[in-house]
C-alpha cells in the first residue's frame, strides 16, 4: 500500500489538464510530459513493448508466463484531468486513520470536506482518505487507474507464481475533453477485449452509459452605446439567457439520476456583441438523445424568429455512445469481472455510467470495454478524494482478472 500510495501522490502532482482549443494530440505538452514518465516507470518495472506515439499515447505488455490458451486481456486508463475545476499545483493531502467526521483541505478558505454533504464518506472510517488541499481538484480521475495498473503489473510481475496470459495496458491522453480513443490503434493493442479503470466509487461496475455530444451555441448582437440603445441595441447576453431558459429547467445535471438525461451548460462568456454557451447533452436512451438536439434546435429558431436582426448557430458534435449492445454481444466480458470483484471479497454495484469513458468508443472500435471502480468520488472538484483501501481493492480486481481469464470466447 505504501508502494501505491507514493505512485499515486506523485502522479497526482502532474498537471495534466487538456486543451479543449487545441487540435493537437495529445492537446497540451503536459500530457506528453507524463506519458514520457510513464513511459520511463514501465520499462523500470520491466514490461515489455513499452511503446509512446506521437499522440501520446502509451501501450505495454506483460508476456504470458503460461503455456495455456488464455485471451490477451487489456486495461486502460486516461492521463488528463478535467478541466472543470483547477489543477494547477496539486499538493495532495493523506488523512489517516479518518475518524469519521470533517476533513479540513484548507484552514484559511474554510473548505471542509464533510460526511453532512457528502455521506458516502462515513463508509470509510478508520481508512486513509487522500485529498487536495481544496484548493484544486485532486486529479484521481483517473491518475488513480493509471496508479492501479500500473502496481497490478509490478505485482504480477514481482510474483511469477501467479499465472497469466499475456495483458496489454494503455493510458491515453484527453479523455476529459472527448478525445481520447481518437487516434487509439486497436489492431496495436492487439487485445481481444478490455477493461477500462475509470469508475467512482468501491465495487461500481458498468457497462452501459450515455449518448454524448458537444453543443457550441453562439450569439451576435448589436452593440450600441447603452444611452441611444432604444430600439438598436441587440445584447447577445440577454440573449443567451432567454436561450438557456428554453430548456427544460429539470432536466439539468443538479436534478437528474440514474437512467436520466440533461442538458448541461458548463461554459458561457461573451459581451454585447457576441456570447457563446458550450454545453454537453447526455441520454442514456437513443431517442431521447435525438429528441435533445431537437429541442436545442428548437430554441435557437424560437429565438431567431423573435430576434431577425441577431445571429444564432448552434454547432453539435457527437462525442460517444452507449456502450451497452456491444457488451452484451460478449456479456462473459463482464461476468468476468463479477467474478473477479466477488473473488476480492466485493459485491458488484452495477449501475450505469452517468458519462462516458474511452470504454464507450473503443467498444464501438471493436474493443469491448466495461468500467471498472477506481475507488474514488466527488470527481471534478475540490472536493474529490479518494480511500487508498479502494485502490487496494481496484488492483485485487485486476490482478483476479488477469490470473482467472482462462480461454478465449470460443
Not at 488523512?95 to 464518506?121: A, C, M, W
Not at 452593440?223 to 432536466?251: C, Q, W, Y
Not at 479502494?390 to 482478472?401: C, R, W
Amino acid at each position: 500500500m505504501q508502494k501505491l500510495l507514493n505512485r499515486f501522490l506523485a502522479y497526482v502532482r502532474h498537471d495534466t489538464r487538456p486543451d479543449e482549443s487545441s487540435t493537437l494530440s495529445p492537446s497540451s505538452i503536459s500530457q506528453m510530459l507524463f506519458a514520457e514518465k510513464l513511459v520511463s516507470e514501465l520499462e523500470d518495472i520491466g514490461l515489455s513493448e513499452v511503446s509512446l506515439d506521437g499522440n501520446g499515447y502509451v501501450m505495454a505488455t506483460l508476456p504470458a508466463n503460461t503455456m495455456s490458451d488464455r485471451p490477451v486481456i487489456g486495461f486502460i486508463s486516461h492521463m488528463d484531468t478535467s478541466p472543470e475545476a483547477p489543477s494547477e499545483k496539486i499538493n495532495p493531502q493523506v488523512h489517516q486513520n479518518y475518524n469519521g467526521g470533517d476533513i479540513t483541505l484548507n484552514k484559511e478558505k474554510g473548505l471542509v470536506l464533510s460526511p453532512r454533504d457528502f455521506s458516502e464518506l462515513k463508509r470509510y472510517k478508520g481508512q486513509t482518505i487522500i485529498t487536495s488541499d481544496g484548493t484544486t481538484l485532486l486529479g484521481a480521475d483517473d491518475k488513480a487507474g493509471i496508479s492501479e495498473i500500473v502496481t497490478a503489473m509490478e505485482y504480477l510481475i514481482t510474483h511469477p507464481e501467479l499465472k497469466h496470459g499475456r495483458i496489454r495496458i494503455a493510458f491515453t491522453p484527453d479523455e476529459e475533453i472527448g478525445r481520447g480513443a481518437d487516434h487509439f490503434n486497436v489492431k496495436a493493442f492487439g487485445a481481444d477485449y478490455a477493461y477500462t479503470l475509470d469508475g467512482g466509487g468501491l465495487g461500481e461496475l458498468e457497462y452501459e452509459n450515455f449518448n454524448a455530444a458537444a453543443v457550441t451555441v453562439t450569439i451576435s448582437g448589436r452593440g450600441v452605446h447603452p444611452g441611444s440603445a432604444k430600439g438598436t441595441m441587440i445584447n447577445s447576453l440577454m440573449l443567451a439567457r432567454r436561450f438557456d431558459a428554453l430548456l427544460p429547467l429539470k432536466e439539468r445535471p443538479e436534478h437528474t439520476s440514474d437512467y436520466q438525461g440533461f442538458f448541461h451548460l458548463y461554459d458561457m462568456r461573451g459581451t454585447v456583441e457576441e456570447t457563446t454557451m458550450k454545453y454537453i447533452i447526455r441520454d442514456h436512451d437513443p431517442l431521447q438523445f435525438s429528441d435533445r438536439k431537437r429541442v436545442m434546435e428548437e430554441a435557437a429558431t424560437s429565438l431567431r424568429k423573435r430576434y431577425k436582426d441577431s445571429g444564432i448557430s448552434v454547432v453539435m458534435k457527437d462525442q460517444y455512445f452507449n456502450m451497452k449492445e456491444i457488451i452484451e454481444a460478449n456479456f462473459f466480458i463482464f461476468e468476468n469481472a463479477i467474478k473477479a470483484y466477488r473473488k476480492a471479497g466485493i459485491e458488484p454495484v452495477i449501475k450505469p455510467v452517468r458519462g462516458g469513458t474511452d470504454g464507450a468508443r473503443l467498444s464501438f472500435m471493436g474493443l469491448p470495454c466495461p468500467n471498472l471502480f477506481t475507488g474514488g468520488h466527488n470527481y471534478h472538484s475540490r472536493y474529490e478524494y479518494i480511500p487508498l483501501q479502494s485502490m487496494e481493492k481496484a488492483i485485487e480486481v485486476i490482478i483476479n482478472l488477469a490470473v482467472d481469464a482462462k480461454s478465449k470466447k470460443k
